[in-house]
């Protein structure tokens, strides 16, 4: 099952274009933000990122991935907005 950490972490690393920024970011290790792009490219197959050195490229299937990540992301961050209303 895909979590929603993953898609967060993914989200990170497509926003900062590398590993290490996004862990800088989130304040985890390099390590912890491969371990959750690799088990979400495990789950679903083909790679999301083309790994270069220090940089990664989204892929297609990453593109395709993003476009829906970034959604349940927003959609996400309206469902903690209102909750934080009602609690008001």
Known sequence: MITLSQIDTFCTVVERGSFTQ???LRGVTPGAIS???H???TRLQPP???RDGGAVKITPAGK???KHATEIM???????????????
């Open 22 to 24: 996004a862990a800088k």
């Open 48 to 50: 999301l990122f083309k």
């Open 39 to 41: 088990g979400l490219e």
């Open 64 to 66: 395709t991935f993003a």
């Open 74 to 88: 927003r959609h996400i961050a309206q469902i903690e907005m209102r909750i934080d209303a009602l609690k008001q």
């Open 35 to 37: 371990n959750h792009i």
